[in-house]
């Protein structure tokens, strides 16, 4: 484990409060925790601040490599990118606010431009520096478009920046119907963030969703090679458990923490 951080990414306890999820994540060993604009933007909303959230996170001696995430922006033009980069202003706001390295930037669910994606992506980039963080491109594979690494990694060179970065995920690799090899020849220091995670043997992959995600170890995937990958690619960043398990939401959340934890250093250990 040495070279890696072991970060909570809060979607696999969704249903706690944010200063619930951000005390768990602290008391259940994690040093990272990666947090996501909606819960800030209801935190805000019920009238607490985003200074609070800064010092809880400080107090439970958590780092935030991303907030997640940025929508809207890949395959728009005119005014409607024009809004879209609004919108990112303000996530990104968010995301500085909180001390937060990295945003998320996912691709639309239809077939994606990636020419127009790495233009845009560029421009989000760009407003990234005058903000403060940089937003890394993310691929989904239950998606049309941007469903492989391949597909992200294009988005990237088109975008020609120094800042770009890339967002890597097992389910999501397996579900685009990508290769564990895509990962290869990947620099660390392109890597923002390395979701963890696995996909059980059914349903088909094809059919599969977030819901079906497990904890690692618990199902089909060679997480060891990619581990084996991140450590020939000199990554040192964070590993997050990101899980959208209905099932684990309706656990105890610490318990679901806990076990996540051990579930990642069993992995990591063998």
């Not at 200074?51 to 996170?57: H, P, Q, S």
């Not at 478009?145 to 088109?158: D, F, I, L, S, T």
Request: glycine share 10%; hydrophobic share 40%.
């Amino acid at each position: 484990m040495g070279q890696f951080q072991l970060g909570l990414n809060t979607s696999t306890i969704r249903p706690a409060s944010l200063m619930d999820k951000i005390r768990i994540a602290g008391e259940t060993g994690y040093t990272a925790i990666e947090l996501w604009n909606n819960d800030l933007s209801e935190y805000e909303d019920q009238g607490g601040s985003l200074a609070d959230v800064r010092k809880a996170l400080d107090d439970h001696g958590l780092s935030v490599p991303t907030v997640i995430a940025l929508h809207g922006w890949l395959n728009a033009t005119g005014a409607d990118l024009q809004n879209a980069l609004e919108d990112a202003k303000k996530r990104m706001a968010q995301a500085a606010a909180v001390g937060s390295t990295y945003i998320i930037s996912s691709p639309p669910r239809e077939v994606a431009d990636l020419q127009l994606g790495g233009e845009n992506y560029r421009k989000l980039l760009e407003l990234g520096r005058e903000m403060g963080v940089k937003p890394a491109m993310e691929f989904l594979g239950f998606v049309d478009g941007v469903n492989q690494v391949k597909h992200a990694w294009e988005v990237m060179e088109v975008a020609d920046h120094p800042d770009s970065t890339i967002v890597l995920d097992p389910f999501h690799i397996y579900r685009g119907g990508g290769e564990i090899e895509d990962m290869e020849g990947i620099s660390g220091e392109k890597i923002a963030v390395f979701h963890f995670n696995d996909a059980p043997a059914e349903p088909a992959r094809a059919e599969q969703t977030d819901a079906d995600r497990v904890y690692p170890g618990d199902g089909i995937l060679d997480l060891k090679r990619m581990i084996s990958i991140l450590k020939d690619a000199d990554y040192s960043g964070v590993i997050s458990l990101e899980l959208f398990n209905p099932s684990y939401w309706e656990e105890d959340a610490e318990e679901v923490a806990r076990i996540g934890m051990e579930k990642m250093k069993s992995v990591l250990q063998t």
